[in-house]
């Protein structure tokens, strides 16, 4: 499946470190997601873009910053980690943002904070 | 705010038995979806339902949506060890709130 794909797929990066997660759709899809994903917690919707305005923050910590340049791009930059920051990052579009739409998933990004 | 449970949180089986997942939210729900997430996989979509009671299939699978719309289940007829993997629920409620539950990580023993 080729329709939301992210990079990089792995990454280690210190806690003094920048770094950009990035996620292009390929479906033409209006709303765009990152969800976070740790070994013991359910999937953890971070950030919400429709037509490439944010609609949700869940109270995500500053040091997570996200972008939509377009509706098919969508980044989440990364500075100042803490290593619980380690987990699988999902990035994930829908036709529509909102219910009843079903998100298509991309293979995640690992991140990993030394 | 809105919680979504998924009971049992693991659940070992031989191939060929029957498995049943659980999904209990909250609050009521305007809708919801289940996902299938493969070992080192990411979430794929499986169905939506959206009415009070629905009964949908999908093969060897039936999703169900209860009267109260709080909860859902997810049967699969005789597993596979294709079946192998965590199964999601994710709800919408009336506040616009869309949350997924802690999955059911499914095996299948051949």
């Known amino acids: 499946e080729t329709g939301v794909t992210q990079t990089p797929r792995h990454l280690v990066m210190g806690m003094t470190n920048k770094k950009s997660l990035k996620c292009e759709q390929h479906?033409?899809?209006?709303?765009m997601y990152w969800y976070k994903q740790s070994a013991k917690k359910p999937l953890e919707l971070m950030f919400v873009?429709?037509?490439?305005?944010?609609?949700e923050n869940n109270s995500v910590p500053s040091r997570f910053s996200p972008e939509c340049p377009n509706s098919s791009h969508l980044f989440l930059h990364l500075h100042t980690l803490q290593p619980e920051d380690s987990a699988l990052y999902l990035c994930?579009?829908?036709?529509?943002?909102?219910?009843?739409?079903?998100?298509?998933f991309g293979p995640g990004t690992r991140l990993t904070v030394t | 705010g809105q919680q979504v449970m998924q009971i049992p949180q693991y659940q070992h089986v031989q191939e060929g038995e029957d498995f049943t997942t659980y999904c209990n939210s909250s609050t009521t729900l305007s809708n919801i979806q289940w996902y299938k997430q493969r070992p080192g996989g990411h979430p794929v979509f499986l169905i939506q339902l959206v009415k009070s009671g629905e009964v949908k299939k999908q093969k060897r699978l039936t999703f169900q949506f209860g009267e109260a719309k709080k909860n859902s289940s997810l049967h699969i007829t005789a597993t596979q060890t294709t079946d192998v993997g965590t199964y999601f629920c994710a709800g919408w409620d009336y506040g616009q709130n869309f949350v997924f539950g802690p999955g059911t990580r499914l095996s299948v023993l051949p």
């Open positions: 479906l033409g899809h209006n709303a």
């Open positions: 994930a579009s829908s036709q529509e943002g909102g219910l009843g739409y079903e998100q298509y």
């Open positions: 873009y429709s037509l490439e305005e944010r609609v």
